[in-house]
């Protein structure tokens, strides 16, 4: 074989590589058969078509330029067939999740807890405060991980007439700052020498309840460790599209997690509650999937407002600035379907939030310390909210049993608005604006 002849093969093998590196997609099942799931930015197509892509995919977050998407294994190959331009986000493989090497180096909350250090700090927490914390499981992940719940509150064993408050985080396995932050939140709130009066007063009038890992599976995938942590469950699920949604009439499987949570939601009367996660910094309340505005907008944009000032406080100029100074309405960014906040605000009468801690979603080690200073005391600040607004019971005239009943106010009441008594206490909880209102029962 001549000199030319090796040079032409030469120059086809490599014309032929390259080709099979460019080709479109191929670097999206890569991501997705090494990480278990690609995230992709694509430019904004605009309201309509952008809430047509949120029915299909995971939408992280959107500015009105550009929108974040993630894939899973299951939607990969479906938003390749769409040839929708992109720019895959690549992972700095150099950043690795610093974990900690024992239970007291983990408490120490600069590091991660493996998942069998989590187990045992929150059963330690039990332990060592049995009058003001206990522990128990929501349910089981598909991978046959506990979804722990810590109840904190003065006389812990008691299911006492006083609101309850639901913290969780977490639900999607990659956004790691708020784990952390509802672990530290706890072991403050049960610190019995603690000299702050509204941690007394919490303690003392309500029953705080926080869930800080919601997707165990997706964060600990691997094992033990946090490697290559994803979004989804085990199913590949987000299980923050995997609410039961008032408007979709399509059956949806609804994930074993999300299934104990609804089960235990309902178990109580949270009157008020958050869902923490990371990828933008901001506070954003209901609706997510209507652009119609909830009845008490003005309630919810206040107490969000709050929580982001107070942050601004104590942090950066640049922290939790995102859209509106750190504050939206869900569907003035983005709209999802099936997600959490609007369930637990429609379906069961509460109020939720969704708090964007970290533009990262990975948060990094070193930056747990400030993240819990920039935010517990808008934290603590955000769980007696539940002390505001209008409280009484409703009870039989004549027996004066407690009675179950819808409180509403006419006129304003719109989407579910309303809330209803207990039906073991008879109280209610009406977060609302100051002002006068007339109820009727």
Not at 100 to 107: C, D, G, R, W, Y
Request: glycine share 6%; net charge negative.
């Amino acid at each position: 074989m001549n000199r030319l002849s090796v040079s032409l093969i030469l120059l086809i093998l490599s014309l032929s590589l390259n080709a099979q590196e460019i080709l479109p997609g191929d670097d999206i099942v890569s991501y997705v058969d090494r990480y278990g799931m690609a995230e992709v930015t694509i430019d904004y197509p605009g309201f309509e078509e952008m809430s047509m892509l949120a029915e299909e995919f995971d939408v992280s977050s959107c500015d009105g330029k550009k929108a974040v998407l993630y894939l899973s294994p299951k939607t990969a190959e479906v938003f390749l067939s769409k040839k929708i331009p992109y720019e895959l986000v690549k992972r700095d493989d150099s950043k690795r999740i610093i974990m900690a090497s024992t239970v007291s180096e983990a408490i120490g909350w600069n590091v991660y807890p493996t998942y069998s250090q989590y187990d045992s700090i929150v059963h330690a927490m039990a332990e060592q405060h049995p009058d003001i914390c206990s522990v128990d499981t929501i349910g089981v992940s598909i991978k046959g991980k506990m979804i722990f719940v810590l109840k904190i509150s003065d006389n812990v064993t008691e299911d006492e007439d006083e609101p309850e408050v639901f913290l969780s985080s977490s639900i999607h396995g990659d956004e790691l700052g708020g784990f952390v932050l509802m672990l530290r939140l706890a072991s403050l709130l049960t610190e019995e020498s603690t000299g702050d009066e509204l941690v007394k007063r919490i303690r003392a009038n309500s029953e705080v309840w926080i869930n800080p890992l919601a997707n165990p599976d997706g964060m600990y995938r691997t094992g033990d460790e946090i490697i290559n942590p994803v979004r989804y469950n085990a199913n590949s699920i987000d299980l923050n599209r995997n609410y039961p949604d008032p408007e979709i009439t399509y059956t949806v499987t609804v994930q074993p997690e999300n299934a104990a949570m609804i089960s235990f939601m309902k178990e109580h009367h949270f009157a008020l509650s958050a869902n923490f996660h990371s990828g933008s910094e901001v506070v954003n309340y209901p609706w997510d999937r209507w652009s119609r505005l909830h009845a008490d907008n003005d309630w919810l944009f206040s107490i969000s407002r709050r929580y982001a000032d107070t942050v601004h406080l104590h942090s950066p100029a640049s922290y939790m600035n995102d859209l509106n100074n750190g504050v939206t309405n869900g569907a003035a960014w983005y709209v999802i379907y099936g997600g959490r906040q609007d369930y637990m605000t429609y379906s069961l009468g509460g109020r939720e939030v969704t708090i964007e801690l970290d533009d990262i979603k990975m948060t990094e080690a070193t930056e747990l310390e400030s993240l819990w200073n920039y935010n517990y005391r808008s934290l603590i600040r955000y769980v007696s909210e539940v002390f505001t607004g209008i409280q009484g019971r409703v009870t039989d005239s004549v027996t004066g049993e407690s009675v179950e009943a819808m409180v509403y106010i006419q006129g304003h009441d719109a989407d579910s608005s309303f809330v209803f008594s207990d039906k073991t206490n008879g109280r209610y909880i009406g977060l609302l604006e100051p002002g006068v209102w007339a109820l009727s029962f």
